[in-house]
């Protein structure tokens, strides 16, 4: 039988948070769940708890965790990613990690729990303003090429510490996700530079069936090579109805800007088309 449970805001700190988690493992019959979280002062411990508690719910398939701005930690992603490994129902998925204080070893842990959920059809994975750099990006991008099911991705990676490696890989994972047609990326803040934003292109040219696509890649050392490689590989993307690309803060003169937006026009099926290349 379908269940619900919420869990209201400002609920507990960690020392009795661990308690709730003993409560909602009970609810082994829990088909949607929606937890907000967020601003509660939770650590490894708790969250390490809720990943278990998590795991005993084999008959999910909604779930939306909102625990940003806590202090979860690898630990604690390691524990959810575990919890979510074991969820290998799970359909749809919303998972707010944002200011957690995660390195690469929690994000590692998250990727080998997507890895597990093979049913996903829907993904919002917001994880802005941790520590991740390039070995945390690439396990994150190994686990989402196990999601061959995929359809909706929103992927929220802004403000961390990821380089041209870890770009490339999470573009390798994407190019494997076959059934993609909605794509929000949010990469902004970080250190791809051309190379990165070549890797992420050519993973693009493979994804032909893309019909909507926002690209956030603000303040990434990205210049004029990375810009059209870019716009090259979005022109070939032929199905595209709706493409965001923003580069805003990256130094590109004004003839390299029109010649990006020349080739991202290529793809002829555009109805809408946002760029913004602006300093």
Same mark, same amino acid.
């Given at each position: 039988m379908c269940?619900?449970?919420?869990?209201?805001?400002?609920?507990?700190?960690?020392?009795?948070?661990p308690l709730i988690?003993?409560?909602?493992?009970?609810?082994?019959?829990?088909?949607?769940?929606?937890?907000?979280?967020?601003?509660?002062?939770?650590?490894?411990?708790?969250?390490?708890?809720l990943g278990s508690a998590l795991g005993k719910s084999?008959?999910?398939?909604?779930?939306?965790?909102?625990?940003?701005?806590?202090?979860?930690?690898?630990?604690?992603?390691?524990?959810?990613?575990?919890g979510l490994a074991i969820s290998a129902n799970l359909?749809?998925?919303?998972?707010?990690?944002?200011?957690n204080q995660i390195g690469d070893e929690g994000v590692s842990g998250l990727g080998f729990g997507l890895a597990m959920s093979t049913n996903l059809l829907n993904l919002t994975l917001i994880l802005h303003e941790n520590y991740i750099g390039d070995r945390g990006a690439s396990s994150l991008g190994s686990g989402l090429q196990k999601c061959a099911n995929l359809s909706n991705l929103t992927l929220n990676l802004?403000?961390?510490?990821i380089g041209a490696? $870890? #770009?490339? &890989?999470? +573009?390798?994972? =994407?190019?494997?996700?076959? %059934? /993609?047609? @909605?794509? *929000?990326? !949010?990469?902004?803040?970080?250190?791809?530079?051309?190379?990165?934003?070549?890797?992420l292109s050519s993973a693009l040219v493979k994804r032909t069936n893309l019909l909507n696509l926002e690209l956030i890649f603000q303040e990434n050392q990205i210049?004029?090579? $990375? #810009?059209? &490689?870019? +716009?090259?590989? =979005?022109?070939?993307?032929? %199905? /595209?109805? @709706?493409? *965001?690309? !923003?580069?805003?803060?990256?130094?590109?003169?004004?003839?390299?800007?029109?010649?990006?937006?020349?080739?991202?026009?290529?793809?002829?099926r555009l109805v809408v088309f946002n760029i913004n290349l602006s300093w």
């Open positions: 269940q619900k449970k919420l869990v209201q805001k400002n609920v507990a700190p960690d020392l009795t948070f988690c003993s409560a909602l493992a009970k609810y082994t019959n829990l088909t949607n769940l929606r937890l907000d979280l967020d601003n509660n002062q939770i650590g490894a411990t708790g969250a390490s708890s084999t008959n999910l398939s909604n779930l939306a965790l909102d625990l940003g701005v806590n202090q979860i930690g690898d630990e604690g992603a390691s524990g959810l990613g575990f359909l749809n998925l919303t998972l707010d990690l944002g200011v802004s403000s961390n510490n490696i $870890g #770009a490339s &890989d999470i +573009g390798t994972g =994407l190019a494997n996700c076959s %059934n /993609l047609s @909605n794509i *929000t990326f !949010d990469i902004s803040w970080n250190k791809i530079g051309d190379e990165g934003a070549l890797g210049g004029a090579i $990375g #810009a059209l &490689d870019l +716009g090259t590989a =979005l022109g070939q993307c032929t %199905n /595209l109805s @709706n493409l *965001t690309l !923003d580069l805003g803060y990256e130094k590109i003169s004004e003839s390299q800007q029109l010649k990006v937006k020349s080739k991202c026009l290529k793809s002829k």
